[in-house]
């Protein structure tokens, strides 16, 4: 780690960092709470779009961990951000639920199936042909395709689940339109999560356990990065990267002292 002061802001992952399967992890409330008695600025942020802050906020709480809905930032939310700023005012054909349909109203959207300047992708768990059928039509007639994020595969207790990166697949395939993706890895969703907090990248930490999502997109934003043991990346896996992170530590209980 470099002998920067400490950070200012801290941008940490939500799934295995703060919880893992619906549970807090040890060390996850301590955490945060050292956040808030240091006053430091932060953001949770998850590549999932699914849901609202709120509801996500709701979800956490029920781990035990207590974090407000304005500290949760979300793919969808960047997403929003970057066609707001794009084409301000603008509308779009949605394939998702209330977590993207909500940021996009937010952001002064129009959502229509009738000649939208974008289709835009999320996380479903309801996708149906037809949607997908007009999404591909609205593509080859010209509108901009944009994904939330580029994960194939999403976790349940059952097993994987397809997510948006494989359903952004179905519809490049047919029309050979390649999404623009907002998410994790793209550091872009770093860049609207420092503008949210008011953060300088020189004085963020970012903490996740992917090294090619968070970690990379941490260090491609200039970010200190700190990776934990905790989730989908083992010791051994960590030097298999060609890039590294500031530091590894086992868990989350070992960033608090950090903060
Ligand atoms: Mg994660």
Known sequence: MSDRRPSECWLTDMDGVLVHEGQALPGAADFLQRLVDRER??????????????????????????????????????TADFLAAQLPGGSAYVIGEAGLTTALHEAGYTITDTDPDYVVLGETRTYSFEAITRAIRLVEAGARFIATNPDVTGPSAEGSLPATGSVAALITKATGAEPYFVGKPNPMMFRSALNRIDGHSESTTMVGDRMDTDIVAGIEAGLETVLVLTGSTRAADVTRFPFRPGRVVDSIADVIDLV
């Open 41 to 78: 600025r932060f953001l949770v942020l998850t590549n999932n779009s699914i849901f609202t802050p709120r509801d996500l906020a709701a979800r956490l709480a029920r781990s035990g961990l207590q974090v407000p809905e304005e500290a949760i930032w979300t793919s969808a939310l960047a």
